[in-house]
T-cell receptor
């Protein structure tokens, strides 16, 4: 257990559905991240939040909408996704978003878009 | 970011030490070496990190060469649960720091 939980662990959705991924960290960290890991591709950073403020958006399509209501919770709202969005979505947290702050990852949500 | 090079796969007998090498010849002076591992379809797990000195924690030891161009992760007594892909990464120092994984080393611990 890393102190970062994600729900659901598996999600299957159609292209017209709207769903949300949830991440919660119990580590007292200030920074939270969303990553996408596709098969045979490197880990891709999507969003960074520091003290609830979005500090980085790596050119992510608008069909992915993050929300960070507080430092412990992070959501990823999904709508009108494409099959190529099928991937493992990982949440991570760190004390601060600095170069030497260790990021701790959750178990991920395996998303399949039909 | 400094690039890292790792062998694609390694085998290790259960109970023996697993030594995983990593080459990072273009590392700069203030960049840290981090190791994570990822068991199939699970989230990456932090193992250890270091700058110049060798480091040890309850999971592993990290040996960094004096010129910092390479490092070795040592799992002292490998178990079957250590079978995973091990990633050696170098954290750059600009902006908000993403974790960038390369292809890693697939470690297979054999009974």
């Amino acid at each position: 257990e890393t102190g970062v939980t994600q729900t659901p662990r598996h999600l299957v959705m159609g292209m017209t559905n709207k769903k949300s991924l949830k991440c919660e960290q119990h580590l007292g960290h200030n920074a939270m991240y969303w990553y996408k890991q596709s098969a045979k591709k490197p880990l891709e950073l999507m969003f960074v939040y520091n003290f609830k403020e979005q500090t980085e958006n790596n050119s992510v399509p608008s069909r992915f909408s993050p929300e960070c209501p507080n430092s412990s919770h992070l959501f990823l709202h999904l709508h009108t996704l494409q099959p190529e969005d099928s991937a493992l979505y990982l949440c991570a947290s760190s004390q601060d978003p600095g170069p030497t702050d260790t990021q701790y990852f959750g178990p991920g949500t395996r998303l399949t878009v039909l | 970011d400094a690039k890292t090079t790792q062998p694609p796969s390694m085998d290790c007998a259960e109970g023996r030490a697993a030594n995983l090498p990593c080459n990072h010849s273009t590392i700069s002076g203030n960049e840290y070496v981090y190791w994570y591992r990822q068991i199939h379809s699970q989230g990456p797990q932090y193992i250890i990190h270091g700058l110049k000195n060798n480091e040890t924690n309850e999971m592993a030891s990290l040996i960094i060469t004096e010129d910092r161009k390479s490092s070795t992760l040592i799992l002292p007594h490998a178990t079957l649960r250590d079978t995973a892909v091990y990633y050696c990464i170098v954290r750059d120092t600009g902006g908000y720091q993403k974790v960038t994984f390369g292809t890693g080393t697939k470690l297979q611990v054999i009974p």
